[in-house]
């Protein structure tokens, strides 16, 4: 599912773009539902919902000691509220000590301060932040080389593969000495005037850079048919592209996300690590297929002294669920939510209505936020009952569904319900109503 792996733009406005990426996995989830068609169909009453549809969980999680408490008050009644997910193993190999080679165009305007910033991300308190819980430790520039020739206007990601395997094998990209490419990638920077497609595949059509996604990772898998696999990035130079960052903060949250995303699932189409695999039931698959992906929108920025990057999700921070899942937290942003009992994916019979109980919760005191459901995809619109319009920690209230008589069963719609401060600063938790 290639989109899954792209970082993916998505102002609220353009929420239409995230849903093209999820296609392929909700519609997995959708039909994995559709088969439940034998149970009965489910009623109203929020009490009487299967947990069937749970994420499933990594068995083993790291003592919560070593967390950091997060923002603010230490004292702050943090309200009970539904569990945030956790982003399973599916237990493929990790780059444990990432061995990571810079590759420029002749043309890049600014490749000291990204290699500044490369310099300083491989050996950050933040990768060690990002990085324990999930196996990823210090990491180190194994080299950085520009190519002979300016960067194209346009380039796809075959092309990329064959730029990357002919620059390995006539020497001209380095490699490790050790003559494997365990812990390597390779981070392929674009200058702002090209534009990257990579086949969408879900849409029938090409993703463009600055569109649809500002950086991926992905895998080549048999190098010049020797057998031979590594991971790589591609980072695209994207103006103007977040309110309140600079271009090259923006370039340096990309490449932080894509660091640790394929870090953490370096060959997510052979062998995945840490993502939510096509075979998860799980809505929270259309925020994010992977551990940057959830904290990504909006994004989450962390800054050093001189760099930035982006804030990841922790599954340990999620399961201590009372800190803000996304680290290093932000000591000045609590971590504010509305979630929905039951949550998951939901049958409803044609004309009838479903109740969801809302419970919303902060880390710390902050303003009420505003509430408000965003139909993100589907094939069928349901109509929504809110009984309030904001919510604050300890709030509780609920949302009705109902879907329309004349929808089609096995019809679908995935709603994000949004809590949100500000047009740019909100979270979403997802929740797919299916007709039955
Ligand atoms: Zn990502």
Redesign the pocket.
């Known amino acids: 599912v290639p989109l899954r792996?792209?970082?993916l733009l998505v102002p609220a406005a353009l929420a239409l773009a995230t849903a093209c990426g999820a296609t392929d996995s909700l519609k997995d989830l959708v039909e994995g539902v559709a088969g439940l068609d034998a149970q009965p169909a489910y009623q109203l009453d929020a009490g009487a919902y299967p947990d069937a549809m749970m994420v499933s969980v990594d068995a083993g999680h790291p003592d919560a000691q070593s967390q950091d408490a997060g923002p603010t008050d230490a004292n702050f009644p943090v309200a009970s509220h539904p569990m945030l997910p956790r982003v399973p193993n599916n237990g493929g190999p990790i780059l444990a000590q990432p061995r990571v080679v810079l590759v420029f165009f002749r043309d890049e305007p600014n490749r000291a301060v990204l290699e500044a910033h490369a310099n300083w991300i491989v050996g950050s308190s933040w990768l060690n932040a990002v990085g324990t819980e999930y196996g990823v430790g210090t990491a180190s520039i194994l080299g950085s080389v520009a190519t002979a020739t300016n960067a194209p206007m346009s380039v796809t990601d075959a092309d990329i593969q064959t730029l990357l395997t002919t620059g390995i094998m006539n020497h001209s990209i380095p490699r490790p000495s050790d003559g494997t490419f365990v812990d390597t990638l390779y981070m392929v920077y674009f200058p702002s005037h090209t534009t990257i497609t990579a086949n969408s595949g879900a849409m029938g059509t090409q993703a463009a850079s600055c569109v649809i996604f500002d950086g991926y990772h992905s895998e080549v898998d048999n190098m010049m048919g020797t057998g031979t696999r590594f991971a790589y990035a591609v980072i695209a130079a994207c103006p103007s592209s977040t309110p309140g960052l600079t271009d090259i903060e923006d370039e340096e949250l990309t490449v932080s996300?894509e660091l640790i995303?394929a870090a953490t699932d370096p060959y997510p189409f052979t062998n995945p690590a840490w993502a939510f695999s096509a075979s998860t039931d799980t809505p929270w698959a259309t925020i994010?297929g992977?551990i940057?992906?959830l904290c990504?929108i909006p994004r989450q920025a962390y800054r050093s002294a001189t760099f930035i990057a982006q804030r990841i999700w922790s599954n340990e921070a999620a399961f201590i669920d009372i800190v803000d899942p996304c680290v290093p937290p932000d000591p000045m942003k609590p971590y504010y939510q509305t979630g929905t009992i039951p949550d998951g994916v939901r049958l409803v019979q044609r004309g009838d209505t479903i109740s969801f109980i809302l419970e919303g919760w902060s880390t710390a005191q902050v303003q009420d936020w505003a509430l408000s459901p965003l139909i993100a995809q589907g094939d069928m619109t349901p109509t929504f009952m809110l009984d309030r319009s904001t919510m604050n920690n300890g709030g509780r209230g609920t949302l009705q569904v109902t879907v329309p008589p004349g929808a089609a069963a096995g019809s679908f719609a995935l709603i994000w319900l949004t809590s949100a401060l500000t047009a740019d600063d909100f979270r979403w938790w997802p929740i797919v109503v299916v007709a039955n």
């Open positions: 792996r792209l970082r996300h995303e994010g992977e940057g992906d990504a």
